[in-house]
């Protein structure tokens, strides 16, 4: 592939991206992916006829510059191994992985390891923490990799303990900090190298519910101050929703739909997706771009201001007391469509009889 | 006291504050050695003749019970002589056949030819009569070890208060020495393979209990509580439900337990009167007829390999294989028996290996005449440079004799002040533990081990008993050596020390790096495996032959036996210890970006430390263990008292001896655990 450095190219861009297990997957899947061979369904099939597992089955997407993408999927979907392909700490059996116009999959053992030291850096879900190090030598261990002085390397550890909020607790054990607090050291180690992409693997899955709600907020206001490009892992829908720019859902290994997070609620692909989304208040998550007729510079009404990045809840309470119809503004202001408060109101109804 | 508080606040640990104390201890005691010789050596005035108390003691109350044990020893000695006649009048057709028939049934085809092979080789080797009698020893001394062994579990099992102290003599039983089980035997029942056999029945019994203890504890509380709910009163539920659950561990604990019979039987050899393998070694070895004890050693191993594999297969839940072909196998060699009885040749008059002896006794003589002169350059010079100086120090082991020249003071000094220099300069750089370190180090080799102030030790072995766990420990330790030292063993205890640390720091510093090569490269690790397997399942004596043949009767001898033997427990924990460090772990050092190398160090190392300190305590164990059998070709120290001690039927010094090597055993052990615990707490395991 050709190197695609521009000021639009995606931060990372995955294509065609396979990962089977198993005694020889590399030829198998080298022989079934001649051209015009069969499809993707075909090849998987093929591959298990052979007693091969395939983890992840032909996986595209691309993330952009300082996109907030979040794959989702159950527990063995295969999104744990995606991720793990994309930062190389498995081998995937074909495919690329471009990130800065750089195949990844292509780069030698050490320039991995360069790359890990200065770009990358990853989230786990059980925290991976090295218990015979404080917080401090934990949050440094990157910077360490590198051969930094003593002196540099802490100075940045506690910068970023300061961002995750810990600052204090430097000194202190694994074992001595609760789950969230674990979970902000393993985050902050992944950031003391500042890198450009940052993988998170379902960080927030073990942890409960009350500090996962208030780490998810902290994430988001670090994202919005660092504008990272991050690949986030999780198998709660609520938090896909949540913090999502764009979201891939996975089923077996595949990729299903990739879409923003209004479009996933709103427009399923097949009932898999529609399943995940069915409990969920569609008046939160949906937006009234989907639902506005659109016009070109209809004329304003002055009724109460909307937007088309508005959810639907936050529409309804705005124009509670109209029955006129009214319009929507882009994020500039410019009127591009009509929103009639009946068709709002079934919308709403219509999602919370679902 | 302001003139203290900068040393305070450089003594800011518990390690820099017992290294300094040593180091300040040591200082005095060599100051103050010329004038004060009872600070060196333990006035013999205050020691007590606790051996000869003991004799006495021991003695009467022996008179009393001999009767009941003579006894005994005749019921016993019965059921011996029966199992005896039971397998050497068996023609050896059968035995050979139902040995493959339970290899079959065990472990199919493979397990089988194990056996069919093993036996033919015993056979042809000559030894067929001997290793009969050898295993008459163990057929009748493990069912004893197993009753006793599973009623000892059951009982700890049971009730909880008595499994603390159940479980504090299982330890001390593994801590003494095999040696040390036999005098007292002998008093008691008199010479005779009656002796083996019970010390093999005793000895063979904790392995046994251990495993039935944890195998109860280890059946799920579902498990449990189902056979409650069913209405089992105890007894159903123990017999019926949890000992079965139990029974994959409890198989581990009848291999170990056979292990350490067959064991003890061939160490019983040395009091003799019986006609079994043990003591053809023993004999040839004695005579210096390589060739032949090495045969002998080998049909012990073959026996070893056979009795481990096929109790090990018992001990692993997979299918057996069919019982119509065992019955086919034991028909088939009854027939045989019966029908060839006249063509088949008696078994003690086979002997197909005995040009195999003699021409192992060539190309052993041949090798030691051609390289004799590199073999004992090799073992001078591990004397002269390393042992000696070890033991007796350095001015006395530099003599124009060994190293060309002849140690002086002011060499002391010098060696003293560059010590002092290089510790001043790891200060300096904030190492000053390591530094103090190396003081106490110098100051050991220059004064050597045995000549070491006792006071020295004492606190030596105190301070290392408060950095590894606290004062209990560090009280504990320094009033078992204080033990040692009223009763007038103190000077073969350094003796022994010294060897056994010797072989000790051999083993750890080549098994560590052994153990870093397999968890590095899997094909390293497929070639040490099998020799670690092998060097487990060899009872203690084998290990003898081989350095008898090179290297003659001596301290370098033994001092290379025990680490044979020792060096297992350290690669396979090193190895273990750096291979499971946790998935999670190597992903987040990998996506930091550490090399190889790095992760070894920086992750996996710290780690594993834990589990490689619990291998080095299994290897301080071993190298103790084997001490006392390598008194057989020569070491000084303890396992030499407890050897003349058997001897002389001495049961006073062969019990203060025992104890003696028990306590060092037991102070080394509770150290290092000390140490592997405070790791583990340090990792929050």
Redesign the interface.
């Known amino acids: 592939m050709a190197r695609t450095d521009g000021p639009d190219a995606p931060a990372i861009a995955v294509d065609g991206l396979w990962q089977v297990f198993g005694d020889g997957a590399r030829s198998a899947l080298s022989d079934l992916l001649k051209p015009g061979a069969a499809t993707t369904d075909g090849v998987a099939r093929r591959l298990k006829e052979q007693g091969l597992i395939p983890a992840v089955q032909d996986a595209s997407f691309s993330v952009k510059e300082g996109e907030l993408f979040v794959i989702m999927g159950l527990s063995g979907s295969g999104k744990s191994t995606l991720i ?1 392909c994309m ?1 190389r ?1 498995v081998e995937p059996t074909s495919g690329s992985v471009l990130m800065a116009g750089e195949d990844i999959l292509a780069a030698s053992k050490r320039r991995m ?6 770009k ?3 989230v ?9 190090m404080s917080v401090i030598d934990n949050v440094a ?2 910077i ?3 051969g930094v002085g003593l002196k540099e390397r802490r100075a940045r550890a506690m910068e970023v303990i300061e961002l995750v909020g810990l600052g204090g607790r430097e000194d202190a ?3 001595e900090l609760s789950g969230g607090q674990r979970q902000r050291v ?1 985050i902050a ?2 950031l003391a ?1 500042n890198p450009d992409v940052w ?1 998170l693997d379902e960080p927030f899955s073990a942890l409960d519910p009350l500090i996962r709600r208030q780490l998810q907020d902290e994430f988001l206001n670090i994202q919005a101050t660092l504008r990272k490009s991050i690949v986030f892992i999780t198998h709660d829908i609520g938090e896909a929703l949540k913090l999502a720019d764009r979201i891939a859902i996975m089923r077996d290994g595949v990729i299903v739909q990739i879409g923003t997070p209004s479009e996933i609620v709103l427009n399923p692909v097949d009932d898999y997706v529609r399943e995940f989304s069915r409990d969920i208040p569609k008046g939160r998550h949906m937006t009234l771009e989907a639902l506005m007729e659109p016009v070109n510079g209809a004329p304003d009404n002055g009724g109460p201001e909307l937007r088309t990045a508005m959810t639907l809840d936050d529409a309804l309470s705005a124009c509670a007391l109209t029955f006129e119809p009214m319009a929507v503004r882009d994020g500039e202001g410019k009127v591009v469509g009509l929103l009639r408060p009946e068709a709002l109101a079934r919308a709403v109804g219509e999602a919370q009889s679902t | 006291m302001s003139g203290l508080s900068p040393l305070k606040s450089a003594l800011d640990s518990k390690g820099k504050q017992a290294a300094a104390l040593v180091v300040f201890v040591g200082m005095v005691c060599l100051l103050a050695a010329p004038y004060a010789p009872w600070l060196v050596a333990w006035p013999s005035v205050l020691t007590v003749p606790m051996s000869d108390w003991i004799s006495q003691g021991l003695g009467a109350f022996f008179e009393t019970i001999k009767p009941a044990m003579r006894w005994v020893s005749w019921v016993l000695g019965f059921g011996m002589a029966a199992a005896n006649w039971l397998l050497v009048s068996t023609p050896w057709v059968v035995v050979i056949g139902v040995t493959t028939a339970v290899g079959w049934y065990l472990g199919g085809l493979k397990m089988a030819a194990l056996g069919f092979l093993g036996l033919l080789f015993v056979l042809a080797s000559g030894y067929w009569v001997e290793s009969m009698n050898t295993l008459a020893l163990v057929f009748v001394s493990v069912p004893l070890a197993l009753l006793l062994g599973t009623a000892i579990g059951i009982l700890a099992y049971e009730v909880q208060r008595v499994k603390k102290i159940v479980e504090a003599v299982l330890d001390l039983m593994q801590t003494i020495p095999t040696f040390a089980y036999l005098t007292p035997l002998l008093l008691l029942f008199g010479f005779g393979p009656v002796v083996g056999l019970i010390a093999s029945a005793i000895y063979a019994a904790p392995p046994m209990a251990r495993n039935v203890l944890l195998g109860l504890e280890r059946v799920e509380s579902d498990i449990k509580e189902a056979a409650v709910m069913s209405g089992g009163t105890r007894a159903q539920q123990l017999f019926l439900v949890e000992l079965p659950s139990a029974m994959t561990q409890i198989m581990v604990g009848v291999n170990q337990s056979l292990m350490a019979a067959l064991s003890m039987v061939i160490i019983a050899a040395v009091i003799g009167g019986f006609n079994d393998i043990g003591w053809e070694v023993l004999l040839t070895m004695r005579k210096a007829q390589f060739g032949q004890s090495f045969l002998a050693g080998l049909v012990i191993v073959v026996f070893a390999i056979v009795i481990d594999r096929m109790s090990g297969a018992l001990a692993q839940e997979r299918r057996r294989y069919s019982t119509r072909v065992v019955w086919w196998i034991i028909v088939a060699s009854l027939v045989a028996a019966v029908v060839l009885d006249d063509l088949l040749p008696a078994a003690d008059t086979l002997s197909y290996f005995g040009g195999v002896a003699d021409s192992v006794d060539q190309s052993v003589g041949d090798f030691t005449r051609v390289y004799g002169s590199s073999l004992d350059t090799l073992k001078n010079s591990a004397m002269f440079y390393v042992l000696l100086p070890l033991r007796i120090g350095l001015d006395d082991a530099v003599l124009p004799f060994t190293w060309g020249f002849q140690w002086t003071a002011a060499m002391s000094a010098w060696v003293y002040a560059i010590g002092v220099v290089v510790a001043a300069l790891l200060a300096w750089q904030g190492r000053l533990t390591l530094g103090l370190c190396l003081l106490v180090l110098i100051g050991v080799i220059e004064t050597g081990v045995t000549q070491l102030p006792w006071i020295f030790v004492l606190v030596g072995v105190g301070a290392l008993g408060w950095v590894s766990s606290g004062w209990r420990l560090s009280v504990l330790c320094v009033c078992l050596l204080g033990l040692i030292m009223v009763s007038g063993l103190w000077d073969r205890a350094l003796l022994s020390l010294y060897l056994s640390g010797a072989a000790v720091f051999t083993c750890a510093v080549l098994g560590g790096a052994l153990g870093l090569w397999a968890a590095v490269s899997t094909t390293a690790w497929a070639v040490i495996r099998p020799v670690c397997d092998m060097l487990q399942t060899i009872p203690l004596f084998v290990f003898l032959i081989p350095m008898l043949m090179f290297f003659q009767i001596g301290e370098f001898s033994a001092f290379l036996a025990i680490i044979a033997y020792a060096i297992v427990p350290m690669i396979r924990y090193t190895r273990h210890g750096l291979v499971t460090t946790p998935d ?2 190597i ?9 190889n190398w ?1 992760i070894m160090r ?2 996996r190392a ?2 594993a ?1 834990p589990t490689i300190l619990l291998g080095l305590n299994q290897t301080i164990l071993y190298a103790f263990a084997m001490l006392v059998i390598a008194a057989l070709i020569g070491t000084t120290g303890l396992g030499q008292s407890i050897y003349i001690a058997l001897g002389r039927a001495d049961v006073g010094l062969g019990i203060t001896a025992g104890a003696a090597m028990a306590i060092l055993a037991l102070v080394a052990d509770r150290l290092v655990q000390g140490f592997a615990e405070e790791r583990r707490n ?4």
Do not use: C, W
Not at chain 1, 113 to 118: D, F, Q
Not at chain 1, 124 to 132: I, K, M
């Open positions: 793990r930062s700490l390891i360069e790359l890990r030291r200065e990358l850096g990853m786990f879900q059980h925290f991976g923490l090295f218990p015979h261990f990157p360490k990799m590198k054990y694994p074992r393993g180690r992944s190298v993988f | 999670d772990m992903e987040a050092a990998v996506s930091s970006g550490a090399t790095q920086e992750v710290p780690y430390a340090a990792l929050g395991l």
